[in-house]
């Protein structure tokens, strides 16, 4: 089922959310990029209640840093922040992307950001009284979109 999307987590810090998006990740066989640092351990102990038992069919790769990430991975990258105006819904994904979502309690840093504004997207808010969506929310709403618009949800 392979589809070459990659889901790329910029320095999670909430295992549970990293757990739930491994979970993702092992549904849809899309392999999941993390970028360090991590705001917690991948050993067995710290990361097993947070993706149950499907740690073994995610393809994860660790990277030390988001260079280490592009030098392995050239490929055509989104990077989703609630300041984007750009709905994730406007683009049109292609097989290879890297869909790329930042720290819990930060996003994305601005430099990332504006280093890379025309590739800039948002899930759109129907209420100002929430600042953003939960990661793995936010990750299984793009990944999902982009499976859609490549054909593979049949």
């Known amino acids: 089922m392979s589809h070459s999307l990659n889901i790329v987590?910029?320095?999670p810090e909430i295992h549970p959310n990293t757990g739930n998006i491994a979970r993702l990740c092992a549904a849809t066989a899309t392999p999941l990029h993390l970028i360090?640092?991590?705001?917690?351990?991948?050993?067995?102990?710290?990361?097993?209640?947070?993706?149950?038992d499907y740690w073994p069919y995610v393809d994860l790769h660790?990277?030390?840093?988001?260079?280490?990430?592009?030098n392995t991975v050239p490929n055509r990258c989104w990077y989703f922040t609630t300041k984007a105006?750009?709905?994730?819904?406007?683009?049109?994904?292609?097989?290879?992307d890297c869909l790329v979502l930042g720290p819990e309690t930060s996003g994305l840093p601005k430099e990332l950001l504006e280093a890379n504004?025309?590739?800039?997207?948002?899930?759109p808010m129907l209420t100002e009284h929430v600042r953003s969506l939960n990661l793995a929310t936010a990750t299984a709403i793009v990944l999902y979109e982009a499976l859609r618009q490549l054909?593979?949800?049949t």
Do not use: Q
């Open 36 to 52: 360090e640092p991590l705001g917690f351990r991948l050993d067995k102990g710290s990361i097993k209640r947070a993706g149950l």
């Open 151 to 153: 054909g593979k949800l």
């Open 117 to 123: 504004k025309d590739n800039c997207l948002t899930i």
């Open 62 to 70: 660790r990277h030390v840093n988001f260079s280490a990430f592009r």
């Open 85 to 96: 105006k750009k709905s994730y819904t406007s683009v049109e994904y292609m097989a290879g």
């Open 9 to 11: 987590l910029y320095e």
